[in-house]
Each structure stands twice: as structure tokens, then as C-alpha cells.
């Protein structure tokens, strides 16, 4: 099924939780929307869902306008982290669950909703489990049959709010796998809401980065990660430095020094220079480069990390060297970032009231 969210507006006694957004879905797509805390994601998914109704604007599931449709007449399945299962129904009754209570004309019988759960069992690898009560299953085994619950009323999309969340991160690791075979095998639309990079990343076909009520970015992982397209998106995901500069007829300074960078499409005025730490070279006495004074340096890893202190010691910024530089305290290291990207600071200003959220 595909879903295309168009310019939703959602508030809360008037609070916009979400502002103008728009998303196409692709059928059999695996979609996460990643974002901080707070950025919306679950709001869009109930909205989605037909948990909550959009202020403005319009969700379409294929052709249809669901905007003002009911869960049930949407047909969505969910997981949420602590959707708990029903503590006095078995694990078979849970996953029937939504079979049952379906209007008479729609019911399976009895005996095919058994069936049904036992086929479900064997998909989410919990095979023969069906008298167990939810107390007599583990964290990581309890999502599972939140899921096999979820897949049971062949929902038209699959939204997954967090599932793994209050799991332990060698169980998250398992299970974000164990998902994505899933995916493969079933071929749901899914929707999957995570605050954790790596978990998205790694599962899903495209990546929606959000903050603040708002889409940042849309992209595989290699898009969001090698092509971020705002500072938000540089900041948030994978590591990064960020350095303020000023962009002068095509070049970038610091003070009156060059940094031997070429500014293309940044007006004129302050910006930030965002690179990631590990992605540096070190060079010798330079007439363009980034240079500065060791602050710090802590071994990380297979690497030191060091902080830089550059044009005096206003500006900090974190570079990532081999284990065995001496990068002594108060010692001068030149470099420059291999990819780079700069920010006119009318956009880089937005990031930062994004991270005092
Ligand atoms: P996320 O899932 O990304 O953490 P949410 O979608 O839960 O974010 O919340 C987005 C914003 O909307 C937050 O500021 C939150 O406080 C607000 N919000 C969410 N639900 C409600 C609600 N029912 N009433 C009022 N404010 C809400
Ligand atoms: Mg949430």
C-alpha cells in the first residue's frame, strides 16, 4: 500500500507538534523516521495510524483520502514499545486477538484463527509458544508477539513506534535483524519511529530525518549521512565538528586567515564550516588550512580524539588523529577536512535553537 502524507498540520491546543509536512511512502517500503525527542515522530505515525486527525491537511492510503477514516476502516497494524499484550489472554489469544473481535461476517473460525496464530508464531521464530502467558515470555520475546499480533489482521501498513526501546542493545541488535528478514519475507508497508541512528540506518530503506514538527531530510542512509542537506542533519547524524567562519568573496576565513576553502553558493557573511572529526588530514605549516592549539586529547578507541583551540580560543573544535600522535597539550596541528560543508548562518542559527530543545 502506499501512503502519501500531504502538507499535514497537526496542533495541540494551538502548539504545532507538526508543521507542513509531506511524505510519499512507497508500496513494501520499510520507511523510519528518526528525529530527537520530541520532534514529532509519533504524531505523525498516529496520524497515520487515524489515532489523532491532522489540523490541516490530507493522508492518503493508494487513492483513497484516510484523512477522516477510522483504524479499523485504515487497517493498520501497531507495535508500540510498551503496548503491552493482554496479561490474562495466552500468547495464541493475543495474536488472535484482532481476528476475533472482528463483526460475525468477517470472523474466521475458531479453528483457522488457531491456525493462523501458529503460523504467525513460526514466522516471528517463536514457534510453539501458544499457551504461554505474556509473563512467561522475555522482553525481546513479547515484541515478538506484539508483532506476530500486529501482522494478524493483514494490516494494509505496519507502524512500529519504538518497538525495541525498552529492550537491552545486544536484544535491539538481534531484533532490528530479525525485522528486517521479516520485512523481506512479508513485504509490509512499515513504518518505523526510532530515536536512534544506528537502529535506523541499518533497517531502513530510506531514512526521514525530523526535528522540531518538520522534515529535515529524506534519503537512504548513504544520502543522509554523505549528502546532509541542513545542519541539523550534519549535527545529528553520525559524528561532526563545526567551526564558525566567514565566507568573503568566494573564500573562507577565520579572523584574517584563509582556511584555503572554496565557498560556492554561500552568500557573503558568517557561516559554519561543518566537517566529520575522522575525516581530516594533517599537513605541514600551511598557508590554507585549519590551525590550532592542542586543548585536550583523550584516546578513544583505535584513535586519539583532540580538541583544537583555532584563531585564539574562542572556537573548539574535535578532530580525530592515529593512536600514536603525540598531540601534546598546548602543541600546534594543522589540517584540513577531506569533505566539508558550509552554512550560511541564517541556517546554522535554526540548528541551534534545535538543540536546546
Ligand atoms: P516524538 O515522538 O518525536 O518524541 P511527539 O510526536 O510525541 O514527538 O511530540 C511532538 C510534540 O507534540 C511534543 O512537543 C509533544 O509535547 C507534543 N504533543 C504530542 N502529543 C501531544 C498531546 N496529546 N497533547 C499536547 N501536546 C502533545
Ligand atoms: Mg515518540
Not at 568573496?249 to 558568517?270: K, M
Not at 592549539?293 to 580560543?313: F, H, I, P
Request: hydrophobic share 40%; net charge neutral; charged share 25%.
Amino acid at each position: 500500500m502506499e501512503l502519501s502524507i500531504r502538507n499535514i498540520r497537526k496542533e495541540f491546543d494551538r502548539f504545532p507538534a507538526l508543521h507542513g509536512v509531506s511524505l510519499d511512502i512507497r508500496s513494501g517500503e520499510l520507511i523510519a523516521l528518526l528525529g530527537p525527542s520530541g520532534s514529532g515522530k509519533t504524531t505523525l505515525l498516529r496520524l497515520i495510524a487515524g489515532l489523532e486527525f491532522p489540523t490541516s491537511g490530507a493522508i492518503f492510503f493508494g487513492e483513497d483520502d484516510a484523512s477522516q477514516k477510522t483504524v479499523q476502516e485504515r487497517n493498520v497494524g501497531f507495535v508500540f514499545q510498551h503496548y503491552a499484550l493482554f496479561r490474562h489472554m495466552t500468547v495464541a489469544e493475543n495474536i488472535g486477538f484482532g481476528l476475533k473481535v472482528r463483526p460475525r461476517r468477517l470472523r474466521p473460525s475458531a479453528a483457522q484463527i488457531r491456525r493462523r496464530a501458529s503460523e504467525l508464531l513460526e514466522l516471528v521464530r517463536l514457534p510453539g509458544l501458544e499457551n504461554r502467558y505474556p509473563s512467561q515470555l522475555s522482553g525481546g520475546q513479547r515484541q515478538r508477539v506484539a508483532l506476530a499480533r500486529a501482522l494478524a489482521i493483514e494490516p494494509k501498513v505496519l507502524l512500529l513506534d519504538e518497538p525495541f526501546g525498552a529492550l537491552d542493545a545486544q536484544v535491539r541488535r538481534d531484533l532490528r535483524r530479525w525485522l528486517r528478514e521479516i520485512h523481506e519475507t512479508t513485504g509490509h508497508t512499515t513504518v518505523f519511529v526510532t530515536h536512534d541512528q544506528e537502529e535506523a540506518l541499518e533497517l531502513a530503506d530510506r531514512v526521514v530525518v525530523m526535528s522540531q514538527g518538520a522534515i529535515e531530510q529524506v534519503g537512504s542512509a548513504d544520502d543522509v549521512y554523505d549528502r546532509p542537506l541542513t545542519p541539523f542533519v550534519y549535527g545529528f547524524i553520525g559524528e561532526s565538528s563545526r567551526l564558525p567562519v566567514r565566507v568573503d568573496t568566494g573564500g573562507v576565513w577565520i579572523d584574517d586567515r584563509s582556511l584555503g576553502l572554496a565557498a560556492v553558493d554561500v552568500p557573503d557573511g558568517p557561516a559554519h564550516l561543518f566537517f566529520r572529526p575522522h575525516d581530516v588530514e594533517l599537513v605541514e605549516g600551511c598557508g590554507g588550512c585549519i590551525a590550532g592549539v592542542v586543548v585536550s586529547s583523550r584516546r578513544v578507541e583505535a584513535t586519539r580524539r583532540v580538541e583544537l583551540a583555532v584563531g585564539g580560543d574562542r572556537r573548539i573544535v574535535e578532530i580525530e588523529l592515529p593512536a600514536d600522535h603525540p598531540a601534546a597539550l598546548r602543541s600546534r596541528i594543522a589540517f584540513r577536512p577531506r569533505s566539508w560543508k558550509l552554512f550560511a548562518d541564517a541556517q546554522a542559527g535554526r540548528e541551534a535553537c534545535a538543540e536546546t530543545v
